[in-house]
């Protein structure tokens, strides 16, 4: 418990390759349940969509091409949301990159350190060869190919876990580097997120206030993870070019987490000039920061505030 105005009440936990967290703000009857619910959902979405567990539902689904598969609804609304992104974007965001992320040497199980041998796909697979069978709850994968749902799995599961907490008028859950927020803070004003400066990670670029009742930030930024042959954002609609590298890092500030986050990883491989047409188009706000350390805003939504570091 830390004290401010109003007591802030936190639990955490590991998954999905980061620390999660939930923050109550006030006393709440019901909290410790809440938040056990709440990160409980981070744990269920990656069992079902991770690629590095040969036993997800999503490595089963890829075992399947090509055929029609039945799918848990979870796993239907996951690719419903990253082939919707896929499609706004033109491709700048596709899941069926797993494959060249394994040969990139991004194979390794974040908790187990065990490797995952590359799986056979074709060369020229991408989003258009996943379909979508609404009526039956079904997915085809019409080639071989490798999914990787991580650009959109952990804003999803932090909307599923806000759902769980619908009744805390005032929260915060924090996954790695994204983060839904609901309410205000602990002092009663709006909550601040600051952002990390990609060119020096040990600093801050920024701090973002949003004036939501409700809102996600999600950040995508080749500082994060990365192996002898570059980050691991790609650009999939370049196969074999080197990463998209015009943009350090992009931010992006929605109503929901898991459009935030796909958007991110879109907008970052977009470049500031493309990511903006998307993202005022998509309606959601956006701090996009170039490879000279620049902030470039988008305001398709218009609700958030950017405060630059001074150095």
Same mark, same amino acid.
């Given at each position: ?22 923050? /109550? ?30 036993? !997800? ?5 890829? %075992? ?19 082939? &919707? ?31 995952? &041998? ?76 600051? /952002?990390?400066?990609?060119? #020096?990670?040990?600093? !801050? ?11 996600? /930030? ?9 192996? &002898? ?20 890092? #992009? ?12 958007? &991110? ?11 903006? #047409? ?20 988008? %305001?398709?939504?218009?609700? !958030?505030?950017?405060?630059?570091? !001074?150095?």
């Amino acid at each position: 418990m830390i004290g401010h105005d109003q007591p802030l009440f936190e639990f955490v936990t590991t998954a999905m390759s980061t620390t999660i967290s939930v923050q /109550i703000v006030g006393a709440h009857p019901n909290a410790e349940t809440l938040a056990a619910e709440a990160l409980d959902w981070f744990r269920v979405v990656e069992s079902t969509c991770s690629r590095f567990d040969p036993a !997800s539902e999503l490595s089963q689904l890829c %075992n399947t091409a090509p055929a029609w598969t039945t799918v848990s609804p979870l796993l239907f609304e996951v690719l419903r949301v990253a082939l &919707a992104v896929s499609h706004a974007s033109d491709g700048a965001f596709d899941p069926t990159v797993g494959a060249a992320l394994e040969t990139m040497g991004f194979d390794t199980h974040w908790q187990t350190g065990e490797r995952r &041998a590359t799986r056979a796909a074709t060369p020229q697979a991408e989003w258009r060869d996943v379909s979508l069978d609404d009526a039956t709850g079904r997915v085809c994968l019409h080639r071989a190919l490798q999914l990787d749902l991580g650009a959109v799995a952990k804003g999803f599961a932090l909307d599923l876990a806000a759902r769980t907490m619908a009744g805390v008028a005032d929260c915060c859950l924090v996954a790695g580097g994204d983060l839904l927020c609901r309410g205000t803070n602990a002092r009663g004003r709006p909550w601040r997120t600051a /952002i990390v400066h990609p060119l #020096a990670t040990d600093r !801050s670029a920024g701090t973002l206030e949003v004036h939501a009742p409700e809102y996600a /930030i999600c950040t995508s930024g080749g500082y994060a993870r990365r192996t &002898a042959h570059g980050h691991h954002l790609l650009d999939p609609r370049r196969p074999g070019t080197p990463n998209a590298e015009s943009l350090a890092s #992009a931010t992006v500030i929605a109503p929901q987490a898991a459009i935030a986050d796909a958007l &991110a990883t879109a907008a970052f491989v977009l470049g500031a000039e493309d990511a903006r #047409a998307l993202l005022e188009e998509q309606g959601v706000d956006a701090v996009l920061i170039d490879a000279r350390g620049v902030p470039h805003l988008v %305001n398709g939504w218009a609700r !958030s505030t950017f405060m630059p570091t !001074s150095f």
